[in-house]
């Protein structure tokens, strides 16, 4: 969908883009960096894993701090469990010392999830950017990649589609959360969620623009 046509036929059909206007400055951004890289490479599928790399060097410095702030928060688990066990009757009280342990060992629960928070805005953008625009369209990367504002479906049988890049997400997915988790006390929690976000976003991201998944597979 062009902005600019649809415009010019009537603009009340504008709105058939359903961009949100929050969003729409980001993905103006966005889409303006992957054209311009685009156009260097002569590929949309390259210029998109560019542009990844390009973000996740911006967002490395709070990438770290996160990391270690979970690796901190993974640490005092058998601290927490402690006060949980000797508190169990009391909750007020756990949450008062669980408090205070974070401040004692300068960790905020919160900056482990930072970095996607902060991500999110460019993650909806690009979806947006290759659902929508007419760049993406019939866009092709390589091997059997032949659109990327579509799935990257091989074959259909009896009305599934088989995607190989959601599984190689899935993969790379799991084995950098094991990454991440190295060298820090996981506890019974953070191993189940481990293990259930890689399938929670596989099934989000099966029918997802094959664009996008490349995107997410590079961060």
């Given at each position: ?14 709105a058939a883009t359903d961009v949100n206007r929050w969003i729409q400055p980001i993905r103006m951004v966005v889409m303006w960096c992957i054209t311009w890289i685009n156009g260097l490479v002569g ?177």
């Amino acid at each position: 969908k062009q902005e600019d046509i649809l415009d010019s036929v009537d603009p009340k059909i504008e709105a058939a883009t359903d961009v949100n206007r929050w969003i729409q400055p980001i993905r103006m951004v966005v889409m303006w960096c992957i054209t311009w890289i685009n156009g260097l490479v002569g590929n949309l599928g390259i210029a998109i894993i560019i542009f990844s790399i390009i973000t996740k060097l911006i967002f490395l410095p709070l990438t770290q701090k996160s990391t270690k702030s979970m690796q901190k928060m993974s640490e005092l688990g058998p601290k927490m469990n402690e006060l949980k066990e000797k508190y169990k009757d009391k909750p007020e009280e756990i949450q008062r010392r669980t408090m205070q342990l974070y401040k004692e060992h300068g960790v905020n629960p919160l900056s482990g999830c930072l970095p996607m928070l902060v991500q999110m805005p460019f993650f909806i953008a690009l979806y947006s950017a290759l659902s929508n625009t007419l760049e993406s369209h019939n866009a092709p990367f390589a091997l059997w990649i032949t659109d990327l504002s579509l799935p990257d479906t091989v074959f259909s049988m009896y009305g599934f589609n088989l995607n190989i890049l959601p599984i190689i997400m899935t993969v790379t997915m799991y084995f950098s959360t094991r990454m991440s988790q190295t060298g820090a006390a996981v506890n019974d929690q953070q191993q189940m969620m481990m293990k259930l976000m890689p399938l929670i976003f596989i099934v989000m991201f099966w029918n997802m623009p094959s664009g996008l998944i490349i995107y997410w597979i590079v961060q």
